[in-house]
T-cell receptor, first 115, second 110 residues
């Protein structure tokens, strides 16, 4: 398998459920990202992990909890979400430290619907 | 305020009709400007990265250029398969600072 893989591709959950999104990168990169993409809005950077350490948290509500056990895997744990959290959640990876601005490669995303 | 603005929001062209998409930015310490293509239901696909004013990159019918304030994505003699949303992103200040524009939805009619 190549590139960045996200599972599941689609997820429907109630407001009281707990679920997790998974991302795996097969590119040998050292940084991983979670983005939220809502209709009519730009991609919003949520979390950044560099060498497994969280380096950015863009004021994301605590109902979203990231986990990065190693440089190839990234999870987004979800609990007590709100309907406005319905969106496409994208994972990306990049190789940091090798230049002024490194390229992010994206997965296909998880389409999340909160009922 | 750090900002990335793309225009137009949507563009409909006839097959073969060349045009340009714009990405203007106001950030300090530019570390790279990136163009992506996104098809419905898929993640963004990397097209180009530009690092300094005056730089140009080309790929098939697409050409990206960069100035100190904006970037253009020129599309020459487009085909229906070029229909997609084109996203611009800017990295600045540090590796973790990234802003995406809202995108341009490009539709090419046969």
């Amino acid at each position: 398998e190549t590139g960045v893989t996200q599972t599941p591709r689609h997820l429907v959950m109630g407001m009281t459920n707990k679920k997790s999104l998974k991302c795996e990168q097969h590119l040998g990169h050292n940084a991983m990202y979670w983005y939220k993409q809502s209709a009519k809005k730009p991609l919003e950077l949520m979390f950044v992990y560099n060498f497994k350490e969280q380096t950015e948290n863009n004021s994301v509500p605590s109902r979203f909890s990231p986990e990065c056990p190693n440089s190839s895997h990234l999870f987004l744990h979800l609990h007590t979400l709100q309907p406005e959290d319905s969106a496409l959640y994208l994972c990306a990876s990049s190789q940091e430290g090798g230049g002024p601005g490194n390229i992010q490669y994206f997965g296909a995303g998880t389409r999340l619907s909160v009922l | 305020e750090d900002q990335v603005t793309q225009s137009p929001e949507a563009l409909r062209l006839q097959e073969g009709e060349s045009s340009s998409l714009n990405c203007s930015y106001t950030v300090s310490g530019l570390r790279g400007l990136f163009w992506y293509r996104q098809d419905p239901g898929k993640g963004p696909e990397f097209l180009f990265t530009l690092y300094s004013a005056g730089e140009e990159k080309e790929k098939e019918r697409l050409k990206a250029t960069l100035t100190k304030k904006e970037s253009f994505l020129h599309i020459t003699a487009p085909k229906p398969e070029d229909s997609a949303t084109y996203l611009c992103a800017v990295r600045y200040s540090s590796a973790s600072k990234i802003i995406f524009g809202s995108g341009t939805r490009l539709s090419i009619r046969p």
